[in-house]
């Protein structure tokens, strides 16, 4: 600045303010809201409107929403539109309770100012003061006023002057004006003209970077509504819209990476958009993070960070992913096993209307996790109402109420009547009915048809009905019916789905004996993984195969441990095995 100028700024306000707005453009803000304060202090508008932003933006001076709010409101006051529409657009998001923005010449009482809290929207003051500025000219301002009258109480809508604002924002340039000409032709849009109209306005308003016209631009090209169809300009859409914490728009660009819908397929850009999504608050984000955990997908499965995202769906009561949750308790993968856990999750997700999990609950119950009497017959009622309305969910979930006596005596004529009602859909029942049949529970006994049930449930991939029907077949205790072919594809159908049961009947079948070619290699693989999840004759038998080296391997220090590990369980022959280990050692004299 040359010394004329600044000799003319100490004698002339306009030269000042001028100054001022130098200083601060040149990056001394300090100086520059030292100066806008002594302007504002005489009145002047301008000045008041830059000190009331410096305070809000926090620029030269510690942030003040206080502060800034009373200094925009004094501008207002003195006709400043864009102070107006400032004003406007505070009183629309909300103010702290119990703030009251007054002018700066009646005094500043700081220790009345909230200084955090929930914020409280005002429409009507927003109304009055967007009103004001709207009608001075202010694109931005008339774009929020369209909004007010469309989104504000119900007292105030009026779409038809909202579309009017909307209108004249728009056809001055304004981002906002073109995205609120947008949403109200969506509103009521029937016509493919009407939505590529709404599709224009929307394209205008994403050079201001608005989010939402992104995020809707995206939703448009992926369903070819208003525009042909285009899954990479979708996803390029939702790009932008997820970049500006949209936050439906960072869930679908996350699925189309992981899905390479659009766009080539990127997991780890996909895992990372998805985290924002859930963190943001998205549900069915959350819950998928905790599926793509669980089952591994690109990476080895995590279940310690599926229960985090599991729980995180799972409280915001999403069904599924509230019973994922409680599956993880009931087994203990991931998290604590706690079976009363396990059924509080199951409880949300069956109130979510998860019927599966409805099933999981009850049967929790019934198998003694903690439940007061009135939460039983509440239970109770519950399956009893489903079950009449037809429901075979339900009517499984009678059936055991019947076959346990939850709230009362057992029945087992009522629970064979509900089980037999269920086994046509419901694969659980077809599993119970089948092992009342067998056993004569409230029925008269019907060997074959209990197995045929069970044999039912076995083939839908149930892996206790699997090895229920394997140790039927292996035994030929139904009608001599023995097929050793057969049961060693249920035992290893069900032991590939972590049953360590027929984890370990697998192993004995492939261990010789039985109307199948003996494999000893595979029958050691089978017993060390059902012992190593604690079943104590595989214990014994891993040990037994490693001590003698039936499977074409000998170690007899591995093989001690897994005996003495049989032998801490009471299996009886891990003792004998012991002993005979002990014999075959030679004295340390020798």
Known sequence: MSFKSRLAALFSSKGKLEYAIRLTESGKTVQGFALFSRLAATGDGEASFRVGRAYLDGIGVPPSLGDGARWIYQAAQAGHTEAAFVLATLYTVGLPEGFEIQSVRDGLDLSHVPTSGPRHPDFHLGLHWAKIAAEAGSPDAQALLGYILTSGPEDLRDLSQA???????????????HLGVALSILDTARTDEELSSAARHLMEATK???????DILGR???????????????????????????????????LMLLEGTGIGRHYGRAETWLKRAATNGDTQSAALLGDLCANGGDLPPNLVEASKWYRLAAEQKHAGAARALGLLYLTGNGVHQDPDVASHWFKIASESGDVHADADFGNLILAGAAATS???QALHARFE??????????????????????????????????????ADGVVNAQYWYGRMLLEGRGVQPDPTQALYWMEKAADAGMAEAQVAVA?????????GRRDHEKALALYQNAAESGNVDAMFSLAALYGGGHDIPENRPQAQIWFRKAAQRGNGLAQMMLGRYLCRGLAGVTDPVEGR???E???????KDAETELALLDEAQPDDDD
């Open 208 to 214: 201001g970077g608005l989010g939402t016209a992104f």
């Open 565 to 571: 590990r049989a032998k801490a369980q009471n299996i």
């Open 220 to 254: 448009m090209y992926e369903s070819g509504s208003g525009v042909p169809r285009d899954l990479g300009k979708a996803a390029s859409y939702f790009h932008q819209a997820a970049e500006r914490n949209i936050v439906t728009a960072q869930a679908r660009y996350g």
């Open 374 to 376: 009135d939460e039983k």
């Open 163 to 177: 579309r009017s604002w909307y209108d004249r924002s728009a056809t001055a340039g304004c981002s906002q004006g």
């Open 471 to 479: 140790g039927l077949l292996v035994d030929g205790n139904v009608n």
């Open 385 to 422: 109402k489903a079950a009449e309305k037809g429901d075979l969910v339900g009517a499984y979930n009678l059936g055991v109420c019947f076959a346990e006596g939850v709230t009362g005596e057992q029945n087992g004529r009522e629970a064979a009547r509900w089980m037999q009602k269920a």
């Open 561 to 563: 441990i897994w005996l």
